[in-house]
Nanobody
Framework: QVQLVESGGGLVQAGGSLRLSCAAS????????MGWYRQAPGKQRELVAVSIRGGTIRYADSVKGRFTISRENAMSAVYLQMNSLKPEDTAIYYC?????????????WGQGTQVTVSS
């Protein structure tokens, strides 16, 4: 059984920084993509950033230049450095990964970590 666990959320003032971490554990053959989504109340879940095996990185336009995603394959972990945070960044942030186990490739989600940015 594969599990994703996020950490690093919290309350920060506008202009501040946070670093989110996500670690995957379980019977993992390979992690083909790993990244972050977020969902604010009353809004749809949106992609924030994703790191795809092979080197491709994608960011939402709203976070380009402020957020940086990094990947540690050996540790089965992904990080999101968030700088110059804005109140509109407030949301629950979910770690997401496409992981191949011995028998199948599946999409996995963490339980979410709350990020609140005050003005």
């Amino acid at each position: 059984q594969v599990q994703l666990v996020e950490s690093g959320g919290g309350l920060v003032q506008a202009g501040g920084s946070l670093r989110l971490s996500c670690a995957a554990s379980g019977s993992i053959f390979s992690i083909n993509a790993m990244g972050w989504y977020r969902q604010a109340p009353g809004k749809q879940r949106e992609l924030v950033a994703v790191s795809i095996r092979g080197g491709t990185i994608r960011y939402a336009d709203s976070v380009k230049g402020r957020f940086t995603i990094s990947r540690e394959n050996a540790m089965s972990a992904v990080y999101l450095q968030m700088n110059s945070l804005k109140p509109e960044d407030t949301a629950i942030y979910y770690c997401n990964a496409v992981i191949a186990t011995l028998y199948r490739e599946s999409d996995y989600w963490g339980q979410g970590t709350q990020v609140t940015v005050s003005s």
